[in-house]
């Protein structure tokens, strides 16, 4: 009898629950059914240079900018670490076609003296309160290098005795600009050293803002503590969008190892969204607060397999950096980065999958 009255209790707290309040706390999204399959125009391939590293947003213009990376084929996959720049494309639907328009950062001017920054790499473009910002990494050596054996070095990669030293100076920087067409400025200082549950460098950010009206970046490090090349994920938190981050102590995850976040906040859900890659599917983690994560309801999203309405579908070897594009609140675009070796000849391109 007390088991019967027990349950009609928490059946009557249910029923008379606020829906939005009980909303709140399930996780809804499911990006695997919004999947399309693409066409041609949703394929952003250069002949002379990789693309990589993508995010999209929507200008006071109506139109809808790539921001990426790229850096010149001629120097091998392996120049990411140290030729790297930042380009700017641009279309009328946020699904593409995307034309070139210009590169926005290129810290490749000149011969670099030490300590100079080397390479911008994993751009993500925000607009926070009336400017944009543009989030990016980038590396320097302590002594003077020229280009010719920056090249050598992407060409040898890991091998390469520079390429450790590359590797553990890479950092999280942060450029602004009052449009998107208008002129970046660059802080010459990183936005976080590595702390608490990561450590070597700071890598990947992805940044949203939240209900509480703060910001929450996750980036990635080398685990500490371990003797086996592990990563870690750290969120940190500020109220301000370019300074002033803290590290917090608990670890965005630690079991799966995952790569190249992006994170949203979910106005209606009242929580926090983050897709990532973790080598063989593109992952989905939500949280209420910003800092606690779990697995989504939905989690994994997609594997490394992507439909096309026209031809066979795109099998790649690797599929990485995942950006949601949110429109309205609504998840509209998913771009990846695909990596194709065929005969011994790379190809790299970004895809940007229509979501229903």
């Given at each position: 009898?007390?088991?019967?009255?027990?349950?009609?209790?928490?059946?009557?707290?249910?029923?008379?629950?606020?829906?939005k309040?009980?909303?709140?706390?399930?996780?809804?999204?499911?990006?695997?059914?919004?999947?399309?399959?693409?066409?041609?125009?949703?394929?952003?391939?250069?002949?002379?240079?990789?693309?990589?590293?993508?995010?999209?947003?929507?200008?006071?213009?109506?139109?809808?900018?790539?921001i990426?990376?790229?850096?010149?084929?001629?120097?091998?996959?392996?120049?990411?670490?140290?030729?790297?720049?930042i380009?700017?494309?641009?279309?009328?639907?946020?699904?593409?076609?995307?034309?070139?328009?210009?590169?926005?950062?290129?810290?490749?001017?000149?011969?670099?003296?030490?300590?100079?920054?080397?390479?911008?790499?994993?751009?993500?473009?925000?607009?926070?309160?009336?400017k944009?910002?543009l989030?990016?990494?980038?590396?320097?050596?302590?002594?003077?290098?020229?280009?010719?054996?920056?090249?050598?070095?992407?060409?040898?990669?890991?091998?390469?005795?520079?390429?450790?030293?590359?590797r553990e100076?890479q950092?999280?920087?942060?450029?602004?600009?009052?449009?998107?067409?208008?002129?970046?400025?660059?802080?010459?200082?990183?936005?976080?050293?590595?702390?608490?549950?990561?450590?070597?460098?700071?890598?990947n950010?992805?940044?949203?803002?939240?209900?509480?009206?703060?910001?929450?970046?996750?980036?990635?490090?080398?685990?500490?503590?371990?003797?086996?090349?592990?990563?870690?994920?750290?969120?940190?938190?500020?109220?301000?969008?370019?300074?002033?981050?803290?590290?917090?102590?608990?670890?965005?995850?630690?079991?799966?190892?995952?790569?190249?976040?992006?994170?949203?906040?979910?106005?209606?859900?009242?929580?926090?969204?983050?897709?990532?890659?973790?080598?063989?599917?593109?992952?989905?983690?939500?949280?209420?607060?910003?800092?606690?994560?779990?697995?989504?309801?939905?989690?994994?999203?997609?594997?490394?397999?992507?439909?096309?309405?026209?031809?066979?579908?795109?099998?790649?070897d690797?599929?990485?950096?995942?950006y949601?594009?949110?429109?309205?609140?609504?998840?509209?675009?998913?771009?990846?980065?695909?990596?194709?070796?065929?005969?011994?000849?790379?190809?790299?391109?970004?895809?940007?999958?229509?979501?229903?």
């Open positions: 009898m007390k088991r019967i009255l027990f349950s009609n209790f928490i059946l009557l707290i249910i029923l008379f629950m606020p829906q309040a009980f909303s709140q706390q399930i996780d809804h999204l499911n990006i695997t059914n919004k999947i399309q399959p693409i066409t041609e125009d949703n394929i952003f391939r250069d002949t002379d240079y990789f693309n990589w590293c993508s995010s999209i947003i929507k200008g006071e213009d109506g139109k809808y900018h790539l990426y990376s790229r850096w010149e084929r001629s120097i091998g996959f392996g120049a990411w670490l140290t030729g790297s720049k380009a700017h494309a641009v279309a009328d639907a946020p699904e593409g076609p995307y034309r070139y328009v210009n590169t926005i950062i290129d810290l490749d001017q000149q011969i670099h003296k030490s300590g100079q920054l080397i390479t911008a790499h994993n751009p993500k473009i925000k607009y926070f309160d009336g944009y910002y989030y990016f990494i980038s590396t320097h050596l302590d002594r003077d290098i020229t280009r010719d054996e920056l090249n050598q070095t992407a060409n040898v990669a890991y091998e390469h005795p520079n390429w450790k030293p590359l100076n950092r999280t920087y942060v450029a602004t600009s009052n449009g998107i067409d208008g002129q970046w400025v660059i802080n010459p200082n990183p936005i976080l050293e590595p702390s608490g549950p990561i450590t070597t460098l700071v890598v950010p992805a940044i949203t803002k939240g209900g509480d009206r703060r910001f929450y970046m996750i980036v990635k490090g080398d685990k500490p503590g371990t003797t086996k090349f592990e990563r870690n994920q750290a969120i940190a938190v500020s109220n301000f969008p370019d300074k002033e981050f803290i590290i917090q102590s608990k670890p965005v995850i630690e079991e799966w190892d995952t790569e190249d976040v992006s994170m949203w906040y979910d106005i209606d859900q009242k929580r926090y969204y983050a897709i990532f890659h973790a080598h063989t599917y593109i992952g989905l983690m939500t949280s209420l607060n910003g800092v606690d994560w779990s697995k989504a309801a939905n989690f994994e999203i997609m594997k490394k397999r992507i439909e096309h309405q026209n031809r066979a579908p795109i099998s790649p690797r599929m990485e950096r995942p949601v594009f949110i429109e309205n609140n609504i998840p509209s675009v998913l771009s990846l980065a695909v990596k194709t070796n065929n005969n011994n000849i790379e190809d790299t391109y970004i895809v940007t999958i229509p979501l229903k």
